[in-house]
């Protein structure tokens, strides 16, 4: 596994509740100077969107046959599928945040035919930690202070990913994730914090109505 010592060192701090260091653009920009191609394409694919069914893009990680194209000959129409095919950790995510999902799912609806159609039924993992960060979500007071309460709680699952890894692939990966959850963050203001909520819970029901078309 390749080791980019100058690219880690040169990244500037981080956090929550402070300003983006850079542009998304701007460390895109830097890092394809640094990686290698596969790598990049690895790192430029990563997103806070969870892929769409994680049992798929595994094998890619193994080097075995996938409906998916590998990392380094696809297209953005493949979104996060090429990170979690390349990168443990934005495997790690997608599960985390499909589970918080789902978990907000089932907490806003009472209908049981809909509360675990986010994914299919083979990828839900019962997990008592996010479910009960959904239910302190749902209790927030406003949607902007329901969406810092997840927010906190993805910044605090990034920062866990981290650990043990210093210089590879994965360590820019969640830099990259944490850098959009920043940037994010950021745009939002007490003022657009409802509409921002409700569309993105509303892409998540639309998102759950087009996979129980299929």
Excluded at 41 to 48: I, V
Excluded at 124 to 143: F, G, L, Q, T
Excluded at 150 to 158: E, G, I, P, S
């Amino acid at each position: 596994m390749a080791q980019y010592y100058y690219a880690v060192a040169a990244l500037p701090g981080v956090s929550l509740d402070s300003e983006p260091p850079w542009t998304i653009e701007g460390f895109l920009e830097f890092t394809r100077e640094q990686l290698t191609p596969t790598d990049y394409q690895t790192l430029r694919s990563a997103s806070l969107e969870p892929a769409e069914v994680v049992e798929e893009l595994e094998p890619l990680r193994n080097g075995t046959e996938s409906a998916h194209t590998p990392a380094g000959d696809s297209d953005e129409s493949d979104g996060n599928a090429d990170a979690v095919a390349g990168s443990g950790a934005a495997l790690h995510w997608h599960r985390f945040e499909t589970n918080l999902r789902n978990a907000l799912i089932r907490v806003r609806t009472e209908d049981p035919n809909r509360q675990n159609a986010y994914l299919r039924s083979s990828d839900h993992i019962e997990d008592s930690y996010v479910h009960e960060i959904a239910r302190e979500a749902h209790a927030a007071a406003n949607p902007l202070d329901a969406e810092h309460v997840l927010d906190r709680a993805r910044y605090r699952f990034l920062d866990e990913l981290e650990v043990g890894h210093f210089f590879d692939i994965d360590r820019l990966v969640v830099y990259y994730l944490k850098l959009q959850l920043v940037t994010r963050r950021a745009l939002q203001t007490v003022e657009n914090g409802r509409s921002v909520f409700e569309k993105r819970y509303d892409s998540v029901l639309d998102q759950m109505g087009a996979i129980q078309n299929l």
